[in-house]
Nanobody, 124 residues
Framework: QVELVESGGGLVQAGGSLRLSCVAS????????MGWFYQVPGKEREFVAG????????YYSDSAKGRFTISRDNAKNTVYLQMNSLKPEDTPVYYC?????????????????WGQGTQVTVSS
């Protein structure tokens, strides 16, 4: 079983940048497809970005495309989400997630492993 811990959230002004990190323990992330989701209170988790096990294919939501970059460093067992040009609507809690196998998915139900989340607040 893999355990995930996110960090890097915080308060930033609109137009600024943040880099979220997700450190895994228990298993090597080289065996997992990885993803980032966000969640607004009272709503379901929504897909932000995904990365296949090899790192060769990435997926982004329409909102994240062109602004966010997902990457992985298997040697550090860490996945990153670089977020640029942040907007106030990018504000919710961000979660790192993993699924065994090659692929990464846009559906939160496909992921059995989740971190505790890190809060991002973008002020206007």
């Amino acid at each position: 079983q893999v355990e995930l811990v996110e960090s890097g959230g915080g308060l930033v002004q609109a137009g600024g940048s943040l880099r979220l990190s997700c450190v895994a323990s228990g298993r090597s992330i080289s065996n997992y497809g990885m993803g980032w989701f966000y969640q607004v209170p009272g709503k379901e988790r929504e897909f932000v970005a995904g990365l296949t096990r090899s790192g060769g294919t990435t997926y982004y939501s329409d909102s994240a495309k062109g602004r966010f970059t997902i990457s992985r460093d298997n040697a550090k067992n860490t996945v990153y989400l670089q977020m640029n040009s942040l907007k106030p609507e990018d504000t919710p809690v961000y979660y790192c997630t993993a699924v065994a196998g090659f692929e990464s998915y846009r559906d939160a139900k496909m992921y059995p492993y989740w971190g505790q989340g890190t809060q991002v607040t973008v002020s206007s």
